[in-house]
């Protein structure tokens, strides 16, 4: 079992090479450098990209989102599907110029798909002017690569994957003022066949419940309004540690903190996901009612191939459950459409559990093979062009369901929370504790505040009347 207490020393170390960082920094570029960071993939890099932001913030560095104003640039990659991997060579690409310009400049690459062995080699060999490379588990370490590339290190190369212990009071600086990330647990140990996650993000590791607790409090008395916490599969939250937590009963834990806030989380995974799970959204009042239960596809043969551990059946109930149980559930899904093998009856089953749940909404991609999964060893005769036909009549077919939804919010009263601008002068824009959007006549002065809005019509946005700021 990895220990996860008593990281102190670790990241008092790094803070000592953070404070050495700041005065070399402002020594070789002669005023106060600027850090840009460039974030791609999901809500667990945007949380990690907080952190690094937070330890450049402790390196001396400010922020800044233009690139070619800044003297470090970090992209946090994104390795689960190969677009994105694409996508993150391009930007990569276009640091070369800027470092001939400018060759005091340091370039790093880190997250999921630098983790990946071939990744770094291809970086090693073909992109000379990337200064270090760093996986998942070792991005605490930030302030000791960069001092240590500042004083004329050679370039760096640290994939260390040995999911060891988590370290805690990492520095933090959050992107949002009233929504916010908390991680809970790292790692995936499901190893379903089509993801490159477990290979990337090493094996399932939970947060002590004290450190995430201790979190929870300091971001409401910060004044956040919507904490989501995060995890891969956050449903095995406690697995393999001693803390006697559960994923339900650090959800209950969060829910009797004092102020007035909401706590979402994702991603649960349906083997894992227990009726205690869902009673206890229901129960607690600060829990949204929302559930995302990733399903992948409605065809048990393929579920099988996929290594998921639950058919049709099993999901469907849990679903039923949750519908039965929390009053105007909102439930979403990712769906992998075009797995290796999958014949359009498969399809087809995939469809009809679509139609059959409802989804508020669904998070749909094309299977995307990547390189060292056993799906990508796997026949797959079907073309990319006859996959996208199937996905674009999923799409249409979720349309459909998403404007027969729409009839159920009108004329009822949610309590949003005003969290943008709308998309007309004068108007605001907030979310339910489900999924919905509302826009509503009001002013910038209620932007992360709770509003009782009533849904009086629909026209391509939900539109209400503000009745009430909590
Ligand atoms: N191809 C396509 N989609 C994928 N996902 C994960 N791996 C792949 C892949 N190789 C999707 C799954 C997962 C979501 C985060 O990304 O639906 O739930
Ligand atoms: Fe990937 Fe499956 Fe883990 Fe989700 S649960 S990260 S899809 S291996």
């Keep these: 079992m990895y220990k996860t207490a008593n990281t102190a020393e670790i990241t008092a170390e790094q803070s000592a090479y953070a404070k050495r960082t700041a005065a070399l920094a402002f020594?070789?570029?002669?005023?106060?450098?600027?850090?840009?960071?460039?974030?791609?993939?999901?809500?667990?890099?945007?949380?990690?990209?907080?952190?690094?932001?937070?330890?450049?913030?402790e390196s001396g560095y400010i922020m800044t989102e233009d690139m070619t104003d800044a003297q470090f640039i970090i992209f946090n990659t994104c390795a689960v599907r190969e677009h994105a991997e694409d996508r993150v060579y391009g930007n990569i690409g276009t640091t070369k110029a800027l470092k001939k310009a400018n060759p005091d400049i340091i370039v790093a690459v880190c997250g999921c798909m630098a983790q990946r062995q071939s990744v770094?080699?291809?970086?090693?060999?073909?992109?000379?002017?990337?200064?270090?490379?760093?996986?998942?588990?070792?991005?605490?370490?930030?302030?000791?690569?960069?001092?240590?590339?500042?004083?004329g290190a050679g370039r760096i190369f640290d994939l260390t994957l040995d999911n060891g212990e988590i370290p805690e009071n990492v520095p933090i600086k959050r992107d949002g003022t009233f929504k916010g990330w908390l991680p809970i647990m790292y790692g995936c140990d499901n190893f379903c066949t089509y993801c490159?996650?477990?290979?990337?993000?090493?094996?399932e590791r939970s947060r002590d419940p004290?450190?995430?607790?201790?979190?929870?409090?300091?971001?409401?008395?910060?004044?956040?309004?919507?904490?989501?916490?995060?995890?891969?599969?956050?449903?095995?939250?406690?697995?393999g540690t001693?803390?006697?937590?559960?994923?339900?009963?650090?959800?209950?834990?969060?829910?009797?903190?004092?102020?007035?806030?909401?706590?979402?989380?994702?991603?649960?995974?349906p083997k894992d996901c227990t009726k205690e799970l869902i009673d206890t959204i229901r129960d607690c009042e600060k829990v949204s009612r929302h559930l995302h239960l990733p399903f992948q596809s409605g065809s048990d043969r393929i579920l099988k191939l996929m290594n998921r551990h639950y058919d049709r059946e099993k999901y469907l109930s849990l679903i039923n459950y949750a519908k039965e149980q929390i009053e105007d559930v909102s439930l979403t899904s990712d769906i992998i459409v075009g797995f290796p093998g999958e014949t359009y009856e498969d399809f087809k089953e995939t469809l009809s559990l679509v139609k059959e749940v409802e989804f508020s909404s669904l998070f749909t991609f094309i299977y995307s093979p990547r390189e060292g999964t056993p799906a990508a060893a796997m026949d797959d005769p079907v073309s990319r062009e006859e996959k996208g036909k199937w996905f674009s009549e999923l799409l249409k077919v979720q349309e459909e369901?998403?404007?027969?939804?729409?009839?159920?919010?009108?004329?009822k009263t949610y309590k949003v929370l005003c969290d943008s601008k709308g998309s007309e002068d004068?108007?605001?824009?907030?979310?339910?504790?489900?999924?919905?959007?509302?826009?509503?006549?009001?002013?910038?002065?209620?932007?992360g505040k709770f509003v009782n809005v009533k849904v009086n019509s629909y026209d391509r946005v939900l539109l209400g009347t503000a009745e009430k700021i909590i």
């Design 242 to 269: 001693d803390y006697g937590v559960n994923f339900a009963e650090l959800l209950r834990r969060i829910n009797a903190l004092d102020g007035d806030f909401r706590i979402r989380f994702m991603t649960s995974h």
């Design 401 to 411: 369901i998403a404007e027969k939804n729409i009839s159920k919010f009108i004329g």
């Design 426 to 447: 004068g108007f605001m824009s907030g979310h339910t504790s489900g999924t919905a959007a509302i826009e509503f006549k009001g002013g910038e002065d209620l932007l």
């Design 210 to 239: 004290e450190q995430i607790l201790a979190e929870a409090r300091e971001m409401i008395s910060a004044g956040y309004k919507d904490i989501t916490l995060l995890g891969q599969n956050v449903n095995s939250y406690g697995k």
């Design 27 to 57: 020594k070789i570029y002669g005023k106060t450098p600027k850090a840009c960071v460039v974030t791609f993939g999901c809500q667990q890099n945007v949380s990690d990209s907080e952190r690094l932001k937070g330890m450049l913030t």
């Design 196 to 203: 490159i996650v477990p290979y990337v993000r090493g094996r």
């Design 120 to 151: 770094a080699e291809k970086i090693k060999r073909s992109y000379p002017y990337v200064d270090m490379v760093f996986g998942t588990q070792v991005q605490y370490r930030l302030p000791e690569f960069l001092y240590k590339r500042l004083s």
